[in-house]
C-alpha cells in the first residue's frame, strides 16, 4: 500500500478497511499532516494537466480572467504564461490561496489579483 493510502485509510488492527468489507467509501480522514499530504497531490496533479486549458483554449480573447473557488493556481499560471497580457484574479479561501502563490507565472499581489 502506497504511503498516501496509508494515510488515508482509517486503520484497525486486523481488521479490513470498511470500503473492502462493504464496498462503501470509508470516512476520509484528513487530521494532522494528512490535509498537507492530500493537498500536496491534488497540486501536482494540478499542475500536470493545467497546460491542456491553456493551449485548447484561445485566452488572447480576453483581457481578464477569473478563478472563481479555485483550488490550484496552475490553471491561471499556465493561461498567463501563454498569453501574457492578461489580468487574472484567484478567488478562494484559506490555505488554497498560499498554494495558488506558490505557482505564480508572475509575481502575485496579495489580494489574488495580477
Do not use: C, I, W
Request: glycine residues 10%; positive net charge.
Amino acid at each position: 500500500m502506497s504511503r498516501a493510502a496509508q494515510l488515508l485509510t482509517p486503520h484497525t488492527p486486523n481488521r479490513p478497511a470498511a470500503s473492502s468489507r462493504t464496498a462503501e467509501p470509508a470516512p476520509l480522514d484528513l487530521g494532522g499532516d494528512r490535509m498537507g499530504t492530500f493537498l500536496g497531490g491534488v497540486m501536482t496533479y494540478n499542475a500536470l494537466h493545467a497546460r491542456m486549458p491553456a493551449r485548447a483554449y484561445d485566452f488572447g480573447a480576453h483581457r481578464r480572467v477569473l478563478d472563481l473557488a479555485g483550488l490550484s493556481g496552475s490553471f491561471l499560471a499556465e493561461a498567463l504564461r501563454a498569453h501574457p497580457e492578461l489580468r487574472a484574479t484567484f478567488l478562494s479561501g484559506g490555505d488554497l490561496v498560499g498554494h495558488a502563490e506558490n505557482t505564480p507565472a508572475r509575481p502575485v499581489s496579495r489580494t489574488g489579483s495580477r
